[in-house]
Structures are given as C-alpha cells and as structure tokens.
C-alpha cells in the first residue's frame, strides 16, 4: 500500500542547488500547531545545552567521546553485518515499547525519565496538532524503539553504539557535531579516503546511499523496512534521521542529499519539535492513550515483528 502524502515546507536549512536536486515551493499543507516551544527542559536549561552545568554534563560529554572515538566506517560496517540479519527475536511494537521502560538515555542532556515516557509524550503531541496526520503519530510513538539494542536479548550495545545524534562515516565530519574535538581521536579522521568533504560519496547521491553511524535510529528503519510496513517515505526517513541533527539542525551534509531527502526533510523538521521539546515530566495515562496506539501499529505493521 503506498500513501500519499502533502508537504510542509522547508524551514531554516539552505539546501545548496546542484544537478540531482530540484526545488519545489509545495505550500497545500497547512501547519496549524497548537504546541508551545518550552523555554527550559526539565532541568532548567536552555534545550540541547551540552555546555550547561547540570548533573549530566559529564557523563553526556564522557558519552560523546566514547562515541566519536569508536565510530569507524569499518565499526558500522561489522553492525550492520550483525544485526541487519533480524534474526534475534520476535514481538510486536507494544512489546518493544514496553521493554524500554528500563532504560535512559545517557545521551540526552534534557530528559532523565524512562524512554516509554518520551515516546508517548512525542506521539500525543503531535497527534495534537495533525490529528489527520495517523503516520505521524505512530512514527512519534516508534522512533526510538531501536534502543532495545540496550537490551541483553540485542546483547546490550554500550550506549555510545545505540544513542546519541548521528553523523555519516565514510567522509569527513562536520564541525557542527556536538563536541566535534573527540572526532581528533577516530582512526577515520586521519584516513585520506574518509576525511574529505565527500570522502567515499558523491555530491547529490542521496542519503539512501550513505552510510551513518550505527545506532538506534538506523536499525529501527531497517526492522520497520524489513518486517514491511506500509509506513509513507516520509515516516521511514524521520524513523531513520531524527538523531542527525548535524543537517536538520546545522544544515551540514546537505550536498549529499537528493529530491526525495530535501522533499522528507521537511516532514523531519515538523517532526523533530515534538521529539525535542516535548520532553517534561508531565506523565501520559498509557491505559488511555493504549487502545489508540494499537490500532495504528495494527495499520501498519504486522502483528510480530523480526528484530
């Protein structure tokens, strides 16, 4: 089944013209959103502060240098080998929701509550404002739920393997990467064939075509590609980008990018203000909202997933 779906624009990245890419001005969907940007997270701080002196200052930035320093091309090369076999274990997306619930993100300088909790916070949200939008709600509930790759039944990856924003390998690293000081420290830094601005790539190949670090927003699309979910483009790119905040944020690494990536980078950008500010500790009544959800995972996925 293929959906078709309306485009919002484009806001706040200039996407560089090149011969692959042509501009569209699409304007038939109107955003009329509800939701309130928060000035503070649950910490008080300003939002993605990673130089704010919190109780988690440390070990966000102890994470990032752990992270930067052991993702190699050749690192996500062997991960993608081993896990893109699916062939660990069998359960639905409510199951996997619910495996979440013991873990926190080391990563997030914003949030220190359990992942079920963000999940359903980013969903409700967004239903909110696109009720219309179902996908939509369901990419907001699942787009995390690669983080099961913390779990002993995935062999429970160190942190730095599962979380955190994600950058391609294979070319040079941008600057615009939170603590980029530790990339010094990455054996790709200094390899000729990876630390040019294209490196292994070609301006305008699409990010299909790119290989980025390994983690949970990667292996999430491949479960949801592979068990067949009738998912439109859009929600499969924002399942598979929404940690790479180096172009969605900076607007680095858009001359790798092709039609299709500029069109669903759109939907990435609507997207991505539920996924970061509505982090709180406002609890969502899960028995509530349950029925909802599992009708639209009913919609679009299969009742057991590999994984």
């Known amino acids: 089944m293929t959906i078709a779906i309306e485009q919002p624009e484009l806001g706040g990245i200039e996407v560089p013209t090149n011969k692959n890419i042509t501009h569209h001005d699409p304007n038939e969907l109107e955003l009329e959103e509800s939701f309130k940007v928060p000035e503070t997270n649950t910490f008080g701080q300003t939002f993605r502060d990673y130089n704010a002196h919190t109780e988690r200052k440390d070990?966000?930035?102890?994470?990032?240098?752990?992270?930067?320093?052991?993702?190699?091309?050749?690192?996500?090369?062997?991960?993608?080998?081993?896990?893109?076999?699916?062939?660990?274990?069998?359960?639905?997306?409510?199951?996997?929701?619910?495996?979440?619930?013991?873990?926190?993100?080391?990563?997030?300088?914003?949030?220190?509550?359990?992942?079920?909790?963000?999940?359903?916070?980013?969903?409700?949200?967004?239903?909110?404002?696109?009720?219309?939008?179902?996908?939509?709600?369901?990419?907001?509930?699942i787009h995390d739920l690669g983080k099961v790759l913390l779990h002993h039944k995935f062999g429970a990856l160190p942190q730095w393997a599962v979380v955190g924003d994600t950058f391609p390998v294979g070319c040079a690293f941008d600057e615009s990467c939170v603590h980029y000081k530790y990339f010094?420290?990455?054996?790709?830094?200094?390899?000729?064939?990876?630390?040019?601005?294209?490196?292994?790539?070609?301006?305008?190949?699409?990010?299909?075509?790119?290989?980025?670090?390994?983690?949970?927003?990667?292996?999430?699309?491949?479960?949801?590609?592979?068990?067949?979910?009738?998912?439109?483009?859009?929600?499969?790119?924002?399942?598979?980008?929404?940690?790479?905040?180096?172009?969605?944020?900076?607007?680095?690494?858009?001359?790798?990018?092709?039609?299709?990536?500029?069109?669903n980078l759109k939907w990435l950008q609507v997207f991505n203000k539920y996924d970061l500010y509505s982090k709180s500790k406002v609890r969502i009544d899960v028995e509530k909202v349950k029925p909802y959800y599992l009708s639209l995972i009913e919609k679009y996925f299969p009742a057991k997933l590999k994984w």
């Open 59 to 141: 070990s966000v930035e102890q994470f990032y240098r752990l992270q930067h320093i052991n993702q190699t091309y050749d690192f996500v090369k062997k991960m993608h080998e081993q896990y893109g076999k699916l062939n660990r274990v069998e359960m639905s997306i409510w199951e996997c929701c619910e495996l979440l619930n013991e873990f926190v993100d080391e990563s997030d300088p914003d949030l220190d509550e359990p992942q079920i909790e963000h999940l359903l916070q980013t969903a409700e949200a967004i239903r909110k404002d696109h009720p219309d939008e179902d996908w939509l709600h369901l990419v907001g509930l």
């Open 184 to 263: 010094k420290e990455n054996p790709d830094y200094k390899n000729p064939k990876y630390n040019t601005k294209n490196g292994i790539y070609t301006e305008g190949c699409g990010l299909n075509n790119v290989m980025m670090s390994f983690g949970h927003d990667d292996y999430m699309y491949h479960v949801a590609k592979e068990n067949k979910t009738t998912l439109p483009s859009a929600g499969l790119f924002i399942i598979r980008y929404h940690s790479f905040y180096p172009l969605h944020k900076s607007g680095a690494y858009t001359h790798l990018m092709n039609e299709e990536d500029v069109e």
